[in-house]
């Protein structure tokens, strides 16, 4: 049984930047790091959602419990593996408490409503996620950031490279606290 990994959970808005994130630390290619994104899986339908798990948070939920499992089961042997979805902090965390993940760390990736929407506009070609919904998400998971103290990694009117140095140093901290456990 290969050892049980940091494990490091980006969230955040639509337009936000975690799948740009993750992607390229992903494309660094730093050994032992693995990175994931919760949407390679089959999303189902909203009206799947509400008929198999009774709404869309308790898919969601159940969606953030089964790839924290699947990490900690650790196939590709990383030290640290990190997973890109937009889920609830503290889902997350509760997660990790009853899995047992001893390092485990959730960071907001986060940008200004008016950079997100500009995004989802045009260079993600998604303008149908730019809704009072999102940006009450968005709103909500910076509220998280807030009360839980979590790392917050600001990607507005900032160089791509800065946010992705900024991943990397939150995935090195991981590593060296994973050692020292």
């Known amino acids: ?6 494990l490091l959970v980006l969230t955040g808005a639509s337009g936000a930047g975690k799948t740009t994130l993750v992607r390229a630390l ?22 799947e959602m509400i008929a198999r798990w009774s709404g869309t948070m308790e898919w969601q939920n159940e969606a953030t419990r089964y790839w924290i499992e699947r990490l900690l089961r650790n196939d590709g042997g ?28 959730v960071a907001l990736v986060d940008c200004a409503m008016d950079e997100r929407n500009a995004r989802l506009r045009g260079s993600r070609g998604q303008p149908e996620l730019i809704s009072g919904q999102m940006d009450c998400w968005a709103a909500y ?3 998280q950031c807030d009360a839980l103290d ?7 009117a900032r160089p791509a490279a800065e946010s992705v140095a900024e991943l990397a ?13």
Do not use: F, K, N, W
């Not at 990383?78 to 760390?105: F, I, K, M, N, T």
């Open 1 to 6: 049984m290969a050892t049980r990994p940091a």
């Open 26 to 47: 992903d494309a660094m290619r730093i050994p032992g790091v693995g990175c994931h994104e919760l949407d390679s899986m089959e999303i189902p339908s909203a009206e």
């Open 78 to 105: 990383h030290e640290v593996a990190v997973l890109d979805g937009q889920v609830r902090p503290s889902e997350v965390r509760a997660a990790y408490a009853r899995l047992g993940v001893r390092v485990g760390q």
């Open 141 to 143: 998971l910076r509220g």
């Open 150 to 156: 979590l790392p917050r990694i600001d990607t507005t």
């Open 169 to 181: 140093a939150l995935v090195e901290e991981l590593r060296r606290l994973r050692s020292a456990a």
